[in-house]
């Protein structure tokens, strides 16, 4: 049974312990603490490309690869060393993040000097999710139920941050691996409650509603029903569950979990599907990690229905996995073409891809 128990920390910021397995952790609050400065944090519109850019300076100063024994996210085992969570243990926890690129109280910035420099205070809010308290953990490597514990958390999340006014889009994702840039190695994903549209999520947006309005059908039913029927690119199967190499991928091993039931969020997976997505979701992972026995950079994106209040029946959940070796030990930089122009090259065949990925067998 899933309990909440939320905190506020000495800084002002919140954290929420989910437990399921467990009670509640005695919690040891500190007394007194810093206090939170906010650099400079304004959305700057870019009108080459008309869309917003987020300055954020005090990330700058972030926490970069700590020592393991000084890891934040580890539970505050060691009174000597004060931890992000005040707690000797925990299951799941979300909290705050301290380095946001948005905040609720992120001030109104200057006005802008020209109509060339259009800015506006960057609102809305970023969360930390750290997935478990063992440092050296993994998604993949976690077991099963824990995998599934956190899809509830993720799905609360995702009803509590929606419910707000300021919030337009709540997407969650994960960064792993040094090599995207991970400056925390403790098993963690990140939340951010977008004051707007991202561009790419427009995007997807308008494609899916164009789709929608030409044939009657959503986009992602009729993805999952001809994933199915080719049979050559799928990864994993799971009940009424898939995970397959696009088509069209941009990454060479880039895989999307998809669900055949029409879901526009996590919140409105039934509980045998939830136990099926954290399943699919566990063996590509761990398929990942299999393929040449090192653990693989990717980058974790779940798509959502926005939480403007607009009604859209093409929104259907999916999650895109996007590693970044395109073979064993050669990176996929994203360099002239696909950062300058927008248009990936994908090196490799889809095909051959999602069959090397099935032969990567997952740990029982």
Not at 248 to 276: C, D, Q, T, W
């Amino acid at each position: 049974m899933l309990q909440k128990t939320q905190i506020i920390k000495p800084d002002g910021r919140y954290l929420v312990f989910y437990s399921f397995d467990r009670p509640p952790p005695a919690l040891a609050t500190p007394e007194g603490g810093p206090s939170r400065g906010l650099g400079s944090l304004e959305l700057r519109w870019n009108p080459l490309v008309e869309e917003w850019v987020v300055v954020a300076s005090e990330r700058q100063e972030r926490t970069f690869l700590p020592p393991s024994r000084y890891c934040p996210f580890c539970p505050t085992r060691d009174p000597s060393f004060a931890t992000e969570v005040p707690a000797p243990h925990y299951e799941v926890v979300a909290l705050e993040n301290r380095f946001p690129s948005f905040r609720p109280d992120a001030p109104e910035p200057a006005p802008a000097a020209s109509e060339l420099q259009t800015r506006t205070a960057a609102r809305g809010v970023c969360e930390v999710i750290l997935y478990s308290p063992e440092h050296h953990a993994t998604l993949g490597g976690l077991p099963q139920a824990q995998v599934r514990h956190l899809l509830d958390a993720w799905a609360d999340r995702y009803q509590e941050l929606g419910a707000r006014s300021d919030v337009h889009y709540v997407y969650i994702f994960e960064n792993r691996g040094e090599e995207i840039g991970v400056t925390l190695t403790h098993p963690h994903g990140q939340i951010y409650a977008f004051p707007y549209l991202p561009p790419r999520i427009q995007r997807k947006l308008t494609a899916e509603a164009a789709y929608h309005e030409r044939t009657g059908r959503c986009l992602h039913c009729d993805r999952f029903a001809d994933e199915l029927a080719d049979g050559r690119r799928l990864v994993a199967r799971r009940g009424d569950m898939v995970a397959f190499v696009p088509f069209a991928a941009r990454f060479p091993y880039e895989v999307h979990i998809l669900g055949r039931a029409h879901r526009p969020s996590l919140a409105a997976l039934a509980g045998e599907e939830r136990e099926a997505l954290a399943a699919v979701l566990r063996t590509v992972l761990q398929k990942y990690d299999n393929l040449w026995s090192l653990p693989m950079p990717y980058m974790l994106a779940m798509h959502q229905a926005p939480t403007d209040g607009v009604e859209r029946p093409g929104c259907h959940l999916h999650i895109e996995l996007m590693p970044l070796y395109r073979s064993r030990g050669k990176l996929k930089y994203l360099a002239g073409s696909e950062t300058g122009a927008g248009t990936f090259i994908n090196d490799t065949l889809p095909e051959e891809k999602a069959e090397e990925l099935r032969w990567a067998e997952p740990r029982t």
